[in-house]
Nanobody
């Protein structure tokens, strides 16, 4: 089992930046492909970004390219999501997720690819 805990959300001003963190605990010796998803009010949970086990490969949803950066520190069992130029449409609950499957075939776009989920952190961006 892997437990994921997100942090770093809050109420932000448009144009600002923040960094979300996702700390993993439990069976972390087995490395995982990690992803970030978000769910805005009244919308389905959608893919934001993913990163391979080593951190060498990343992928982003088209809507966040250029503003979001996913990274990881395997020594700290932590994954990060840096967001710049915040927009009101970034308002959502942000979830991190872990998958024991390799970073391939674009399967990481889909929530079903991930076995473990955090409880989410709320990001609210005011204009």
């Amino acid at each position: 089992q892997v437990q994921l805990v997100e942090s770093g959300g809050g109420l932000m001003q448009a144009g600002g930046s923040l960094r979300l963190s996702c700390a993993a605990a439990g069976r972390t010796k087995s490395s995982y492909t990690m992803g970030w998803f978000r769910q805005a009010p009244g919308k389905e949970r959608g893919f934001v970004a993913a990163i391979s086990r080593s951190g060498d490969s990343t992928s982003y949803a088209d809507s966040v390219k250029g503003r979001f950066t996913i990274s990881r520190d395997n020594a700290k069992n932590t994954v990060y999501l840096q967001i710049i130029s915040l927009k009101p449409e970034d308002t959502a609950v942000y979830y991190c997720a872990a998958s024991p499957r390799p970073f391939s075939s674009n399967a990481y776009y889909f929530a079903s690819y991930y076995d473990y989920w955090g409880q989410g952190t709320q990001v609210t961006v005011s204009s």
